[in-house]
């Protein structure tokens, strides 16, 4: 069974700070999506990345996949309350259903 | 942009109920899925279906049976429901199990079983 840990499970920190929350798996993946749910809301995808190494930026997140394609990170550069949410990696695996982190949940306050 | 719809948004149950749960996407996917989200245990996979007139069991099956009879729908339905089974529901839908373009959830069925 694959499973990906999400650290920290939560976060709290003022208007203006970085952050990273981390994604880390044993196994190796075929792709990592980052999703994001708002409270009453179904998750929305952020980004799939696929390539060992490679880094995607989405405005003031960054997102990296592992060399080994085993873990994931998502940096958030001067977090605004907006980016309040729970942040859910998953990792695909070719045929089979996405494995979902349990989430990190992210409280930006102003 | 309808996406992914659900119906309805909550629901409150007795214990021994029964209810069915839709769900309706107008993106011609082939998969969609059914998840319940409860604190601190994550998006759970109960059933998905890999397309018209077939479905496959997830992770936490039991107490739920599921059907996929027009491909644009999938119903998830509670024979006797339990407050075990008392969460959120979403379900979701993608072009293949591991999409590129990820999973379309929608936005949820809150269920209460008293």
Redo the contacts between chains.
Sequence with gaps: TQLLEQSPQFLSIQEGENLTVYCNSSSVF??L?W?RQEP??????LV?V?TGGEVKKLKRLTFQFGDARKDSSLHITAAQPGDTGLY?C?G???????T????TMLLVSP | NAG?TQTPKFRVLKTGQSMTLLCAQDMNHEYM?WYRQDP????R?IH?SVGEGTTAK?EVPDGYNVSRLKKQNFLLGLESAAPSQTSVY?C?SSYS????????????TRLTVV
């Design positions: 075929s792709s999506q999703y009453g809301e179904g998750p929305v995808l799939t696929v859910l998953a695909g695996s070719g045929y089979s259903t996405l979902f982190g349990k989430g | 992914v899925y601190g245990m994550g998006l996979l998905y997830g979403f979701a199990p591991d999409s590129y373009y990820g999973y379309t959830f929608g936005s949820g």
